[in-house]
């Protein structure tokens, strides 16, 4: 493979995009590659070089690169038609009605641009709905570019985790561990009567992933309804993808207060969402007093994408189909851990999947269940990532790299980091399932 064309573009791209990128992921190492096209499962480089894409856009793409004929068909005349008034249209209105008869918690919503706008809402409307300030986060967990949630710590005191928060927003926010009832019950008896929300990933997605164990959001559940607190589930990620339609609230069978969407709802196109019940989310401007708003909050074309994406997953096999073949991408990498690394394990749910090098690892013996739930009773329990600091403290990003280099070289386009989640889509066969578990084989 040459990357000599991706390679001069990242030089001009240095140039006027503060390294050379527009979003601080897709900067892989040495360079990232430049895409000219995305075809099904597969996307082409500037170089003509063609990878098969788990990455997906970083989640939202259920489809891969080439639509639906009727979500195309939607895209294609909502933008010819306009593409945006200032007014509002009918396709949102559709839109919110579909998410509101799907998603367990959400009565009403409001669409915004982005996970970050979604999340920064929740939040909002939580502290005033509550009149409380703090929330409690997830060690690791990841909700958008925000200033309250981009912190790191412990219950004991947390700080930014970028330079150009002022303090005091961390001041108001409370990480615990993920899958530690314990802390947080703690937490809730030290300041309970403070507490705004509770704001979690179902699963961590960006921390490698990090699977509920069971209980964990029962226990969130109680706490926040015994303290008059909020639960926020940060669906993002999540959303229209673990739990089909219903999300993961309808998969884990609990249901919060609020719930942020992004990625999927758009088909696409840049989106966020924050819904839940009624008498929450009409707090909202203009029929509240929190404010919110949006030049471009309920694009019509990404509306349009959205709804005819989701209406295609609810009439034709598209969960089951991505959920079956990520099935067998697990099952088929534990095999070849097995064989091959018995160290490392790969975990996620449905049509998620990451693969932990962890050197601190789950020993071998036993091997994971595809999809595993972290049952208390499975004999790796104690060895599976529980948290983000498990994840983080395998200090494994320089195996990934040297692993995404070697995939990518194989056509196989993988998430970079440790974090980030990789994603299979309605596009990929289970040859490509195939091919990609050769790879593996070769690459360990
Ligand atoms: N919340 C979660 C769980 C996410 O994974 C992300 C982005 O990856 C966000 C929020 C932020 O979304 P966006 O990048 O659209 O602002």
Request: proline share 5%; hydrophobic share 35%.
């Amino acid at each position: 493979m040459t990357h000599e064309n991706s390679r001069e573009l990242y030089d001009r791209a240095l140039s006027v995009l503060p390294g050379g990128v527009n979003s601080s992921v897709r900067a892989t190492m040495p360079y990232p590659f430049f895409v000219e096209d995305g075809d099904g499962a597969h996307v082409v480089d500037a170089d003509g070089n063609r990878y098969l894409d788990y990455v997906m856009g970083y989640g939202p793409l259920l489809y891969g690169h080439d639509l639906p004929d009727s979500v195309e068909a939607a895209i294609q005349s909502h933008a010819s038609a306009g593409p945006m008034y200032g007014a509002p249209t009918e396709v949102e209105v559709e839109l919110a009605e579909f998410v509101a008869r799907h998603v367990p918690s959400v009565e009403m919503l409001r669409f915004v641009n982005s996970g970050t706008e979604a999340t920064v809402s929740a939040v909002r409307l939580a502290r005033a709905y509550t009149g409380r300030d703090k929330i409690v986060v997830m060690q690791g967990g990841y909700h958008g570019a925000q200033e309250s949630t981009l912190v790191e710590g412990d219950p004991e005191g947390a700080v930014p985790s970028s330079p150009g928060i002022p303090d005091s927003f961390a001041e108001h926010t409370i990480p615990v561990p993920f899958n530690d009832t314990d802390t947080v019950a703690d937490v809730f008896e030290a300041h309970g009567d403070d507490i705004a929300a509770v704001l979690t990933e179902p699963m961590l997605g960006n921390m490698g992933v990090v699977m509920p164990v069971d209980g964990f959001h029962e226990s969130l559940r109680d706490l926040c309804d015994e303290y008059g607190s909020l639960l926020i589930f940060d669906e993002v990620i999540t959303g229209f993808r673990v739990g089909g339609l219903g999300c993961a609230q309808s998969e884990f069978g609990v249901t919060p207060d609020l719930t942020t969407l992004g990625k999927i709802v758009g088909g696409g196109f840049p989106v966020g969402a924050v819904g839940g019940r009624a008498e929450i989310v009409e707090h909202l401007t203009p029929g509240g007093d929190v404010f919110q708003s949006g030049t471009f909050s309920g694009h019509p074309v990404t509306m349009a994408a959205g709804l005819e994406t989701l209406r295609y997953a609810a009439e034709n096999d598209v969960y089951d189909h991505v959920n079956g073949l990520g099935e067998q991408l697990r099952a088929g990498i534990t095999d070849i851990l097995e064989e091959r690394a018995p160290e490392y394990t790969v975990v996620g749910t449905g049509s998620i999947f990451k693969t932990i090098f962890t050197r601190e690892g789950r020993g071998g013996e036993d091997r994971c269940e595809a999809g595993c739930r972290q049952r208390t009773d499975c004999p790796n329990y104690d060895a599976c990532p529980k948290t983000g600091a498990d994840v983080a403290a395998a200090e494994t990003n320089r195996w990934e790299r040297v692993f995404w280099q070697e995939m990518k070289e194989r056509g196989i386009f993988l998430t970079a980091n440790q974090y980030e989640a990789q994603f299979v889509s309605y596009a990929h066969t289970e040859a490509d399932v195939q091919r990609t578990l050769d790879a593996y084989q070769e690459t360990l």
